[in-house]
Nanobody, 124 residues
Framework: QVQLVESGGGLVQAGDSLRLSCVAS????????VAWFRQGPGKEREFVAAGSWYNGRTRYEDSVKGRFMISRDNAKNTVYLQMNNLKPEDTAVYYCAADRNWVLSTVTSGYDYWGQGTQVTVSS
């Protein structure tokens, strides 16, 4: 059974940085795909970033390219989302997702395991 637990959200001002963490049980990060999604108020859940350390690839949604970075600490079974130059439109609940398939899917159905989410609020 895989469990994902996110942390690191909070209230920040535009231009600030935050680092989200996702700790996994079950060793899924070593061979599968891991992604971050977000869901803003009144919006559908949307893809943000994904990484697969099976082949070393990453993928980002266009609006976060150059500002967000997904990374992994294998020893800690943790995946991070470093978010820089945050904007009010980044305000959302951020979810960590994982799948044993290493394909970097951008849709929610591509991931079998989900965390509970962490709130990120960016004030202008």
């Amino acid at each position: 059974q895989v469990q994902l637990v996110e942390s690191g959200g909070g209230l920040v001002q535009a231009g600030d940085s935050l680092r989200l963490s996702c700790v996994a049980s079950g060793g899924i990060f070593s061979s599968g795909a891991v992604a971050w999604f977000r869901q803003g108020p009144g919006k559908e859940r949307e893809f943000v970033a994904a990484g697969s350390w099976y082949n070393g690839r990453t993928r980002y949604e266009d609006s976060v390219k150059g500002r967000f970075m997904i990374s992994r600490d294998n020893a800690k079974n943790t995946v991070y989302l470093q978010m820089n130059n945050l904007k009010p439109e980044d305000t959302a609940v951020y979810y960590c997702a994982a799948d044993r398939n290493w394909v970097l899917s951008t849709v929610t159905s591509g991931y079998d395991y989900w965390g509970q989410g962490t709130q990120v609020t960016v004030s202008s």
